[in-house]
């Protein structure tokens, strides 16, 4: 974080100081929620949860080098009292966004926010310094944290911004005004909760509406939903996508035989190949939204082409794709999971495993309410379209509806099976799995899916192991 006094951050979040013998005691080192990551110069934020409360660590915390405590009460060490820390996390956040001098660039949508993100910051830091949300910390408390990350030298501050309601982008916003704002799609993700795709465009348009004149929105114009929301803002817009009409756009798109995506990239400013080290169709539609923003922030097509060519995977179990010592190749993907990006990951095994015996574990896809039989259903059946050599449906109810749309698709029992839990999975994959083979492994972050692509890997390298 930039350097801020006790008394200037007490001033800006409206607390008390506690226990701060000299409130010109500057803070220099990051704003941390963690107790493990305090350190030298640190603010830790002390949330009281249901299982464990910040409060319990405090003296632990300065002891080792944190600076004070933000927190709801006195903790008999150098400590900001408020009544609410998540709102004085907030304004503290809002408060250093304003002093830097950095261009804010935020980005959402129902799926691909977090690998998009990481192909933005790859691109954008071969220019400038770059801070990023780290994983998918993208709700109203990692956002500020990342936000706070920022120094004097920032030059690019890249948020993605996670929304399960109306309104809640629109508070995101308001802590960290964007100049740039990408809206990348509007799907299926938390249709349970909003009640629909047009609430959900709605919630996603807040960010454009958040713009200021002189900014810039950068929307997707193959989704009908997202091309509307044009109308939703005074900011300059820019189109992406591989339609005709989109400012920024593929042609030629192709997958190698490794399945990774190789397209032609044309931008205002030029045109230039690109070929990806990532894995599946779905990312020319992320890597199209990256380089809009790359080319509003100034950079060349050539540059734009060379960064995505170069980027990588920066969060875990997002197409991680491994190839053990007996040839079998794993792709955990089993961080999250929706019917769009379910699809995406089906289409990319069907990839990949070219010529190959195929499996798609897959577990449940949460918060999709009255829509979440036909999703399921429609799943299953897409497995068996794409050929794919055997679907292992892990879980309850939702995995059994997995199992039915294959069966009733035209899987009778040779292609598809029902097991009850992860281990089951394991047990099963573990006897019957032969070198060349290729798995995917994806299911929403609640199954805990990714203990069997871990004892997937582990077991080609040590062994038979078990789930955990």
Same mark, same amino acid.
């Given at each position: 974080?930039?350097?801020?006094?006790?008394?200037?951050?007490?001033? @800006?979040?409206?607390?008390?100081?506690?226990?701060?013998?000299?409130?010109?005691?500057?803070?220099? !080192?990051?704003?941390?929620?963690?107790?493990?990551?305090?350190?030298?110069?640190? #603010?830790?934020?002390?949330?009281?949860?249901?299982?464990?409360?910040?409060? *319990?660590?405090?003296? +632990?915390?300065?002891? !080792?080098?944190?600076?004070?405590?933000?927190?709801?009460?006195?903790?008999? @060490?150098? +400590?900001?009292?408020?009544?609410?820390?998540?709102?004085?996390?907030?304004?503290?956040?809002?408060?250093?966004?304003?002093?830097?001098? +950095?261009?804010? @660039?935020?980005?959402?949508?129902?799926?691909?926010?977090?690998?998009?993100?990481?192909?933005?910051?790859?691109?954008?830091?071969?220019?400038?310094?770059?801070?990023?949300?780290?994983?998918?910390?993208?709700?109203?408390?990692?956002?500020?944290?990342?936000?706070?990350?920022?120094?004097?030298?920032?030059?690019?501050?890249?948020?993605?911004?996670?929304?399960?309601?109306?309104?809640?982008?629109?508070?995101?916003?308001?802590?960290?005004?964007?100049?740039?704002?990408?809206?990348?799609?509007?799907?299926?993700?938390?249709?349970?909760?909003?009640?629909?795709?047009?609430?959900?465009?709605?919630?996603?348009?807040?960010?454009?509406?958040?713009?200021?004149? *002189?900014?810039?929105?950068?929307?997707?114009?193959?989704?009908?939903?997202?091309? =509307?929301?044009?109308?939703?803002?005074?900011?300059?817009?820019?189109?992406?996508?591989?339609?005709?009409?989109?400012?920024?756009?593929?042609?030629?798109?192709?997958?190698?035989?490794? !399945?990774?995506?190789?397209?032609?990239?044309?931008?205002?400013?030029?045109?230039?190949?690109?070929?990806?080290?990532?894995?599946?169709?779905?990312?020319?539609?992320?890597?199209?939204?990256? =380089?809009?923003?790359?080319?509003? #922030?100034?950079?060349?097509?050539?540059?734009?082409?060379?960064?995505?060519?170069?980027?990588?995977?920066?969060?875990?179990?997002?197409?991680?794709?491994?190839?053990?010592?007996?040839?079998?190749?794993?792709?955990?993907?089993?961080?999250?999971?929706?019917?769009?990006?379910?699809?995406?990951?089906?289409?990319?095994?069907? $990839?990949? !495993?070219?010529?190959?015996?195929?499996?798609?574990?897959?577990?449940?896809? $949460?918060?999709?309410?009255?829509?979440?039989?036909?999703?399921?259903? /429609? @799943?299953?059946?897409?497995?068996?379209?794409?050929?794919?050599?055997?679907?292992? /449906?892990?879980?309850?109810?939702?995995?059994?509806?997995?199992?039915?749309?294959?069966?009733?698709?035209?899987?009778?029992?040779?292609?598809?099976?029902?097991?009850?839990?992860?281990?089951?999975?394991?047990?099963?994959?573990?006897?019957?799995?032969?070198?060349? *083979?290729?798995?995917?492994?994806?299911?929403?972050?609640?199954?805990?899916?990714?203990?069997?692509?871990?004892?997937?890997?582990?077991?080609?390298?040590?062994?038979?192991?078990?789930?955990?």
């Amino acid at each position: 974080m930039i350097a801020l006094s006790l008394a200037e951050i007490a001033e @800006v979040v409206g607390g008390q100081t506690h226990d701060i013998p000299d409130p010109s005691v500057q803070v220099t !080192g990051p704003v941390v929620r963690d107790s493990r990551e305090a350190g030298p110069g640190s #603010l830790f934020v002390a949330f009281a949860g249901e299982r464990v409360d910040g409060h *319990d660590f405090a003296a +632990a915390v300065v002891e !080792g080098g944190a600076v004070a405590v933000l927190g709801t009460r006195p903790v008999g @060490v150098p +400590a900001i009292v408020v009544d609410d820390v998540q709102n004085a996390l907030g304004a503290l956040a809002r408060h250093v966004v304003r002093r830097l001098g +950095a261009t804010l @660039v935020a980005l959402t949508g129902s799926a691909g926010k977090t690998s998009t993100k990481d192909l933005i910051a790859q691109v954008l830091r071969r220019k400038a310094p770059t801070v990023f949300t780290p994983g998918s910390l993208n709700n109203e408390i990692g956002l500020p944290l990342t936000a706070l990350s920022a120094t004097e030298k920032t030059r690019f501050l890249v948020l993605e911004m996670g929304a399960r309601g109306i309104g809640h982008i629109r508070y995101l916003a308001g802590l960290t005004p964007p100049k740039v704002g990408l809206v990348l799609n509007v799907g299926s993700a938390h249709i349970g909760e909003f009640g629909g795709r047009e609430q959900i465009a709605q919630a996603k348009g807040e960010l454009v509406e958040a713009l200021p004149e *002189d900014g810039t929105a950068i929307l997707n114009a193959d989704d009908p939903y997202v091309r =509307a929301m044009a109308s939703r803002t005074k900011a300059k817009v820019i189109f992406f996508g591989e339609s005709g009409e989109a400012d920024v756009r593929a042609e030629n798109v192709r997958l190698t035989d490794t !399945g990774q995506p190789s397209f032609r990239l044309h931008t205002p400013s030029g045109a230039s190949d690109v070929t990806m080290r990532l894995y599946g169709e779905h990312h020319v539609s992320n890597a199209l939204a990256a =380089a809009a923003v790359a080319h509003e #922030l100034g950079m060349s097509a050539d540059e734009i082409a060379v960064a995505l060519s170069e980027a990588g995977s920066l969060s875990r179990w997002r197409m991680e794709v491994t190839e053990r010592p007996d040839g079998v190749t794993v792709v955990n993907d089993a961080y999250n999971a929706n019917p769009e990006s379910m699809r995406a990951a089906l289409r990319a095994l069907a $990839a990949i !495993g070219k010529g190959r015996r195929t499996w798609a574990v897959l577990g449940k896809m $949460a918060e999709l309410g009255d829509e979440a039989l036909a999703e399921h259903d /429609a @799943v299953g059946r897409l497995a068996v379209r794409l050929n794919v050599s055997k679907l292992v /449906a892990v879980g309850g109810r939702e995995a059994a509806w997995l199992q039915l749309g294959a069966y009733n698709e035209g899987s009778w029992g040779e292609e598809s099976v029902h097991v009850s839990d992860a281990q089951a999975a394991v047990d099963l994959l573990r006897s019957e799995l032969r070198p060349g *083979d290729v798995v995917l492994v994806k299911a929403s972050r609640s199954v805990g899916l990714e203990s069997v692509a871990q004892a997937l890997m582990e077991t080609g390298a040590e062994g038979e192991v078990s789930a955990r």
